[in-house]
């Protein structure tokens, strides 16, 4: 089993920046491959970005690509996500997914899941 915990969201406004953290427990977290994603409400959960294993590769939505940016301390745990130049659009629950293969876009490839951290971007 693997228990992830989210936080660092919160309100902000648009042009700003907020930093995410999801901390892991309960397996060697360098044998996880990471990804965020995010749900609006009335909207389907979407992808955010993935990152691998050993943090050297990254794939990123469209919709974020340029302003968020994902990373890991393999020594801490920890996986982040640096967002900038947030939108009202990016208004959502964000998640952080744990996959013991390989990182994906498609969240029904994940293993495990964080009760999720909401993010609100006013205009």
């Known amino acids: 089993q693997v228990q992830l915990v989210e936080s660092g969201g919160g309100l902000v406004q648009a042009g700003g920046s907020l930093r995410l953290s999801c901390a892991a427990s309960g397996r060697t977290f360098s044998n996880l491959a990471m990804g965020w994603f995010r749900q609006a409400p009335g909207k389907e959960r979407e992808f955010v970005a993935t990152?691998?294993?050993?943090?050297?590769?990254?794939y990123y939505a469209d919709s974020v690509k340029g302003r968020f940016t994902s990373s890991r301390d393999n020594a801490k745990n920890t996986v982040y996500l640096q967002m900038n130049s947030l939108k009202p659009e990016d208004t959502a629950v964000y998640y952080c997914?744990?996959?013991?293969?390989?990182?994906?876009?498609?969240?029904?490839?994940?293993?495990?899941w964080g009760q999720g951290t909401q993010v609100t971007v006013s205009s």
């Open positions: 997914a744990a996959n013991i293969g390989a990182g994906s876009p498609r969240s029904s490839a994940y293993d495990y």
């Open positions: 990152i691998s294993r050993s943090g050297a590769s990254t």
